[in-house]
T-cell receptor
Framework: GAVVSQHPSRVICKSGTSVKIECRSL??????MFWYRQFPKKSLMLMAT?????????EQGVEKDKFLINHASLTLSTLTVTSAHPEDSSFYIC??????????????FGAGSRLTVL | GENVEQHPSTLSVQEGDSAVIKCTYS??????FPWYKQELGKRPQLIID???NVGEKKDQRIAVTLNKTAKHFSLHITETQPEDSAVYFC???????????WGAGTKLIIKP
C-alpha cells in the first residue's frame, strides 16, 4: 500500500534555530500534502495544504513566514519551522493523497516528527 | 464551513463489550467519512470509511453507520480487545480537495 516517510522522527533544537521536516511519498505521486500539528491528547490541527508546484494554502492563524512549506515535487514536501521558540514544540504530522486515485480521499500519514525547542 | 463534533471524549468499556463513538457534521455536502485510529505516539491509521451513497459498512469487528438526514455517523467496535485501546478520530470531507475536517477524538480505554 501507499507509504509516506517522514523525517526526522524526533528533533531537539535551540531557540532561534530553524528545523526542516521532510515528508516523502515512497510509492505514489502525491499531488496534495497536508501538514498537521498535534498537541498532547488533542486532535489533528491542519496547518496548511500544499499542492505540488504551487504555494501552500495556510489555515487561519498559522504564520506562513514561520512555517515554510515547500512542495517542489510529486513525492516530497518539506516543513521548515523558522526561528523556533519553545511554544513551537509539538508533534508535526504530514499526510498525502495520490493523484488520479479512485480512492483519492484516502490519506496516508507520515509517522510524525516530535519537535522540542529548548 | 464544515464542523465535526465527536462524542464522547473518553470511553471506557470492559473487554469483550461493544464501544460506540458518534460524530455529527454540519455540511450536508460532505460525502466521505473516514475513521482513524491513533495509538500513543504513532501515526493515525485509517480503519474504516464510508461514503454518502451507503448507510452502513462492516469490516470484521468494526462497523460504521451513516445517517445523512440527521448528519451523523458512528463507529461501532464489537468484542473489544486490549489492542483496541487508542484514540479514534472521525472526519468528514466533500469534493475532491481531500481536505478532512476532524473530530476532536475519543480516547477508548479497554478494561481487562
Amino acid at each position: 500500500g501507499a507509504v509516506v516517510s517522514q523525517h526526522p522522527s524526533r528533533v531537539i533544537c535551540k531557540s532561534g534555530t530553524s528545523v526542516k521536516i521532510e515528508c516523502r511519498s515512497l510509492d505514489f505521486q502525491a499531488t496534495t500534502m497536508f501538514w498537521y500539528r498535534q498537541f498532547p491528547k488533542k486532535s489533528l490541527m491542519l496547518m496548511a495544504t500544499s499542492n505540488e508546484g504551487s504555494k501552500a494554502t495556510y489555515e487561519q492563524g498559522v504564520e506562513k513566514d514561520k512555517f515554510l512549506i515547500n512542495h517542489a515535487s510529486l513525492t516530497l514536501s518539506t516543513l521548515t519551522v523558522t526561528s523556533a521558540h519553545p511554544e513551537d514544540s509539538s508533534f508535526y504530522i504530514c499526510s498525502a493523497s495520490a493523484s488520479g486515485n479512485p480512492g483519492a480521499n484516502v490519506l496516508t500519514f507520515g509517522a510524525g516528527s516530535r519537535l522540542t525547542v529548548l | 464551513g464544515e464542523n465535526v463534533e465527536q462524542h464522547p471524549s473518553t470511553l471506557s468499556v470492559q473487554e469483550g463489550d461493544s464501544a460506540v463513538i458518534k460524530c455529527t457534521y454540519s455540511d450536508s455536502a460532505s460525502n466521505y467519512f473516514p475513521w482513524y485510529k491513533q495509538e500513543l505516539g504513532k501515526r493515525p491509521q485509517l480503519i474504516i470509511d464510508i461514503r454518502s451513497n451507503v448507510g452502513e459498512k462492516k469490516d470484521q469487528r468494526i462497523a460504521v453507520t451513516l445517517n445523512k438526514t440527521a448528519k451523523h455517523f458512528s463507529l461501532h467496535i464489537t468484542e473489544t480487545q486490549p489492542e483496541d485501546s487508542a484514540v479514534y478520530f472521525c472526519a468528514a470531507s466533500k469534493g475532491s480537495n481531500y481536505q478532512l475536517i476532524w473530530g476532536a477524538g475519543t480516547k477508548l480505554i479497554i478494561k481487562p
